[in-house]
């Protein structure tokens, strides 16, 4: 968020938490154990460079490379690694899981906030939320709901509760009516909740 | 610990409510928190199990009624305060007042922003041959330590199917007990709904949980 987005924050009436964390940092930096350039830095990544826009390409090459699709589903690390230039650097214990017609992945970290940040950016609000955490390992069809999703009953819905340091990304089911798309554009149909298994991809009337 | 954070299947949260075009930070200090939090990170001035844990250590009140990022803030704070790295006074005089701790890796700069954006391993080397194999029935331990675990309530003491291998990795229950990483295997074991929430259990649903091997037994 740009300064001038946030005046709430700024001026007299600086926030309990503002000033709090001002403090804080004041206080590290005069130390000199960290500098307020690198704060700056990581702040402008996470706004800026890592977001899911990363994990949209690891899935339209997924959908576009059958080989590739294949070494994702194998080990998720090495194969965005291969495209790492691309898309950004990933680190260990990444595993993608593929939704078919048949199963509905869904990821969650009932105990904290685990999130494959790597390839989404930062959790959104929601998935920190007390509602998903606790209810998604219960009732993932009425939190699919909230999401304005509906499955078909048949369909079979698998949560995986990040509760070590493995992320699990989505790889959800390409829509029909793209085969002669090309990876960017398949890319415009993915988005972060259909990564996560809360959403599905777009319709392709939505975005062409 | 049987703390509030253990969330799994609890009732009484509401709806899930997705926010339009959420910013990635809401406020400018929630930002300022996050980069903290990955700096002190890097410069290993506390494992992220310990971080994990602190915020467990947090009263069910205080954990429920504050925001996200006002929990890592007071997080960082409290673990700062208590590894001497900084002086309550120096909390309430909003400055610095003494010289700086030597930190274990160094200070944090602009040169280790790399290690901020790329996640590091968690393997560690096999102390022993795996207890389990892919397909194995197991059951999940009844155990309720007053420390950090990974075994969320809702799936203990219940029998499921091993279905992945993760090869060997640093133990949180020890390593936020400060007893070391006393590395384990780590498998994905799959539940079915039944099992776990009962003959109401919503149909078509299997649950599954990274579970550590000191956290299983054979059926």
């Known amino acids: 968020m740009a300064e001038h987005d946030h005046d709430h924050d700024e001026g007299s009436n600086l926030s309990e938490m503002e000033l709090r964390v001002r403090a804080l940092e004041t206080i590290l930096v005069e130390k000199g154990y960290i500098e307020t350039a690198a704060l700056d830095r990581i702040v402008e990544l996470y706004e800026t460079k890592i977001g899911p826009h990363i994990g949209a390409q690891v899935i339209a090459r997924a959908w576009s490379d059958p080989g590739f699709r294949q070494a994702l589903l194998d080990d998720a690390s090495k194969a965005v690694a291969t495209i790492a230039q691309q898309v950004g650097r990933v680190g260990e214990h990444l595993i993608a899981v593929e939704n078919t017609l048949q199963l509905h992945n869904m990821i969650v970290c009932t105990l904290c906030s685990c999130y494959p940040t790597d390839v989404l950016g930062l959790p959104p609000a929601w998935y920190k939320s007390f509602a998903y955490r606790s209810r998604v390992v219960k009732e993932p069809r009425a939190v699919l709901a909230d999401f304005g999703v509906t499955l078909p009953a048949e369909t079979e819905v698998r949560v995986w509760d990040s509760t070590a340091e493995t992320r699990y990304l989505v790889v959800p089911v390409r829509p029909a009516g793209t085969e002669e798309w090309s990876e960017a554009q398949l890319a415009t149909l993915i988005t972060r909740d259909s990564m996560i298994g809360t959403g599905l991809p777009k319709n392709p009337s939505e975005v062409a | ?219």
Do not use: C
């Not at chain 2, 930002?31 to 410069?43: K, P, T």
């Not at chain 2, 400060?178 to 039944?194: H, I, K």
């Open chain 2, 1 to 219: 610990m049987d703390g509030v954070h253990d969330m799994g299947g609890m009732d009484g949260f509401g709806k899930v409510e997705p926010e339009p075009n959420e910013p990635v930070f809401h406020h400018r200090w929630e930002g300022r928190v996050l980069a903290m939090s990955r700096a002190i990170g890097v410069f290993r001035a506390w494992t992220i199990d310990t971080s994990r844990h602190a915020i467990e250590l947090m009263s069910p009140a205080f954990y429920l009624s504050r925001p996200y990022y006002e929990k890592w803030f007071v997080r960082n704070q409290n673990l700062l305060i208590e590894r001497g790295l900084i002086d309550a006074d120096e909390v309430e005089a909003g400055r610095a007042l003494r010289p700086a701790k030597n930190l274990p890796r160094g200070p944090f700069s602009l040169d280790d922003i790399d290690k901020v954006t790329k996640r590091g391993s968690f393997y560690r080397p096999a102390q022993g041959p795996a207890k389990f194999k892919i397909g194995d029935r197991v059951r999940t331990k009844n155990i309720h330590p007053s420390t950090h675990t990974r075994l969320p309530r809702y799936a203990r003491g219940h029998v499921g199917i091993v279905e992945r291998l993760h090869g060997t990795h640093a133990f949180p229950d020890s390593v936020a007990a400060g007893r070391g990483d006393d590395p384990q295997w780590l498998y994905t074991v799959r539940f079915e709904a039944q099992e776990l929430w009962g003959s109401e259990a919503e149909p078509k649903l299997k649950v599954s949980i990274e579970a550590f091997e000191p956290y299983l037994e054979h059926v």
